[in-house]
């Protein structure tokens, strides 16, 4: 990264959208990395059932995509794309491939002038899209994965302790008690 600063784009004065897509890609990425790290090598491949992704299937499936939208984006030459490495199975050795990856996007989102959002790009179904679409489509498959990656780190108790109670937002207001939160888990037990 010669010449490039490593601080951030300022939060709360950001001057285009490319800053927040910067803010927003790597820095949800970088939410995953660190449940990941939080993993224990052992729980690496749990899941609460087999049809929820795993730790490893969460951090495979954001690279994967990191990886392709990237490629698609910086490779116009479609003969040239490459298939999705094949990723280390030791979990740290996943986590530092997944962190140049948020680091990579970094460096070409850092790349981009605001003028080039609107340039239109092919993609894989035959369509073009604008390059604001492929950021999209990232910043969109980050916060879902890191999501994932956080209800599996709640489920291992990485995150948190006893029954889930997230904060609900009229507990804020002075409104009293407008409605019971969470709403029960099993209506038939409630009282």
Same mark, same amino acid.
């Given at each position: ?10 939060? %709360? ?8 897509? @910067? ?26 059932? %087999? ?5 490893? @299937?969460?951090? @495979? ?38 962190? @140049? ?91």
């Amino acid at each position: 990264m010669t010449g490039m600063s490593d601080a951030l784009p300022d939060f %709360d004065h950001l001057r285009n959208e490319l800053e927040v897509f @910067e803010l927003m890609i790597p820095g949800y990425v970088g939410s995953i990395l660190r449940a990941a790290r939080l993993v224990p090598d052992d729980k690496w491949n749990w899941s609460f059932v %087999d049809e929820t992704p795993t730790p490893r @299937e969460t951090v @495979e499936h954001t690279f994967a995509w990191l990886w392709c939208d990237r490629q698609q984006m910086t490779v116009p030459d479609w003969s040239q794309h490459q298939p999705v490495p094949n990723l280390p199975e030791d979990r740290l050795r996943m986590i530092a491939v997944l962190e @140049e990856e948020a680091m990579a996007w970094r460096s070409l989102i850092r790349s981009l002038q605001p003028s080039q959002l609107d340039e239109e790009l092919p993609c894989w179904d035959g369509e073009t899209r604008l390059r604001r679409s492929y950021l999209f489509h990232m910043g969109q498959n980050v916060v879902y994965k890191a999501g994932q990656m956080w209800v599996l780190a709640f489920g291992l108790g990485l995150d948190g302790a006893g029954l889930y109670k997230a904060p609900f937002p009229d507990e804020y207001y002075p409104f009293g008690k407008v409605r019971t939160w969470p709403a029960p888990r099993n209506p038939a037990s409630s009282p």
